[in-house]
C-alpha cells in the first residue's frame, strides 16, 4: 500500500471513526444521565415508602413517651404508688424504682423521636427524681409515707411548671410539625 492510499484510507475512516466516537459520547451521557434519574427516582420511592411505614412508630413513641411523662408526673405517681402503712423511706424507694422502671421500659423509643424530644424527657425524668429526693430529704426517713406524699406535692406545686409537662408540650410541638 503506498503512502498515497494510505492517505485515501485514512480520509475515509478517520470521519467515520470521529462520528462514532462522538456517538458513543453521547449515548454514553444520556444513559448515564437516565440511569441516574431512574436511580433517584427508585431512592425517593423507597423513602416515600420508609416514611410511610415510619410515620406511624413515630407516632406511637411520641405517645408512648407522652404515657410515660404523665405516668412519672409527681401528682400521678404518688397516688399510683403510695400504700397505707408505707414509710416515707420505703415509699421513697418505691418511687424512684418506678420511675427507672418506667423509663426502661421507653428507652428504645429515642430512636424514632428527636435529639431535642429525647433530651426533654431525660431532663424531665431526672427533674422528677429531684423532687422526690428533695421531699424525702425534707421528711426523713422515720416519717410516714403520707408526710412523703404531702411534701412531694408541695415540692411540685411550688414549680411554676412541672419537667414533665414542659417535655409533654415539646413533644406535641414536634408531632405538630410532622403534619
Do not use: C
Request: aromatic residues 8%; proline residues 3%; without cysteine.
Amino acid at each position: 500500500m503506498t503512502g498515497d492510499q494510505w492517505f485515501q484510507v485514512m480520509l475515509t475512516v478517520l470521519p467515520s471513526v470521529v462520528v462514532f466516537l462522538t456517538s458513543f459520547y453521547v449515548l454514553r451521557s444520556m444513559l448515564s444521565s437516565r440511569a441516574q434519574e431512574h436511580h433517584a427516582e427508585y431512592l425517593a420511592q423507597i423513602k416515600k415508602e420508609d416514611h410511610k411505614h415510619a410515620l406511624p412508630l413515630r407516632l406511637q413513641a411520641y405517645e408512648r413517651l407522652t404515657l410515660f411523662l404523665e405516668r412519672i408526673g409527681p401528682g400521678q405517681l404518688v397516688l399510683r404508688v403510695h400504700k397505707s402503712n408505707m414509710t416515707s423511706q420505703i415509699l421513697h424507694g418505691e418511687l424512684l424504682a418506678t420511675i427507672r422502671e418506667e423509663y426502661e421500659h421507653n428507652v428504645t423509643q429515642q430512636i424514632y423521636v428527636s435529639d431535642k424530644a429525647w433530651s426533654q424527657v431525660k431532663m424531665a425524668k431526672e427533674e422528677t427524681l429531684r423532687i422526690v429526693n428533695i421531699a424525702f430529704e425534707q421528711t426523713g426517713p422515720s416519717a410516714s409515707g403520707t408526710a412523703l406524699s404531702q411534701r412531694v406535692f408541695e415540692t411540685a406545686g411550688r414549680l411554676s411548671h412541672l419537667p414533665t409537662q414542659v417535655a409533654i408540650l415539646s413533644l406535641r410541638e414536634e408531632v405538630r410539625k410532622m403534619f
